[in-house]
């Protein structure tokens, strides 16, 4: 490169971090972080606010991606990335979340990653939701929760829930990493997840869905502008 090159390179880089840091998913990730230690296996999620996390990542600690999506973005920063098949422990699993009710019940899967989402989840010792303050509080019933079915169900599983008061869209021309469909549900009566998940998962064909009540994150840090709000499960917020 020019000189002339070079600086323009470093203005754009400049410009690209101060807009970075008008962000509050930047905080919310760089909050995260103080609860990783050298030589741990870390779950990453998927989405916006994983995607200000990443870079913020440090090179001494293991990493299981969530998806395709996130582990080519580990591997271009450099990160030690694993299969799940690979590791006996997931020590933290740091995420985002589409939506966060006040109980820590969620709704994820905006990008389709839910399914190997929850499974890291469940299996780390740890889950901490990242976000900013407008996932939190939301009405449930303006966002979608996908449910990821095998194609050949597709009609069967729209059907079973119809019949629990909900009505699904499907989402043409997306397949998950796994090669399955999505549907996203709005209407569920949310007011026993804990049911009403495994009541989704026993509908045959369905592989997995975007509700997250069974396995509820044990720390949640919302970030409004650049202050964060670390919000523990058992707290009284």
Wanted: charged share 25%.
């Amino acid at each position: 490169y020019t000189g002339n090159a070079s600086i323009a390179d470093m203005q754009t880089h400049v410009k690209f971090l101060r807009l970075r840091m008008k962000n509050p998913k930047f905080y919310a990730a760089k909050a995260s972080i103080d609860s990783i230690y050298p030589g741990m296996t870390i779950g990453v999620g998927t989405g916006s606010t994983v995607d200000e996390l990443i870079p913020q990542l440090p090179s001494d600690c293991r990493y299981v991606a969530s998806s395709i999506r996130t582990g080519q973005s580990l591997n271009a920063h450099n990160l030690t990335v694993l299969e799940f098949n690979e590791v006996d422990k997931i020590d933290v699993y740091i995420d985002g979340a589409d939506a966060i009710y006040p109980s820590f019940v969620l709704l994820k899967g905006g990008g389709g990653a839910m399914t190997r989402e929850k499974i890291l989840a469940t299996f780390a010792d740890k889950f901490i939701v990242i976000a900013d303050g407008t996932k939190w509080g939301q009405d449930f019933k303006n966002i979608a929760c996908p449910v990821e079915v095998i194609d050949f169900t597709r009609s069967h599983v729209a059907r079973q829930i119809r019949a629990m008061g909900a009505h699904c869209e499907y989402r043409s021309g997306f397949k998950t990493d796994q090669g399955h469909v999505i549907l996203d549900v709005y209407g569920f009566d949310l007011g026993q997840p804990n049911q009403l998940e495994l009541s989704i998962k026993k509908i045959p064909g369905v592989i997995d869905s975007g509700l997250f009540a069974l396995r509820r994150p044990e720390c949640i840090l919302i970030a409004d502008n650049d202050q964060v709000k670390k919000i523990d499960k058992d707290s009284d917020h």
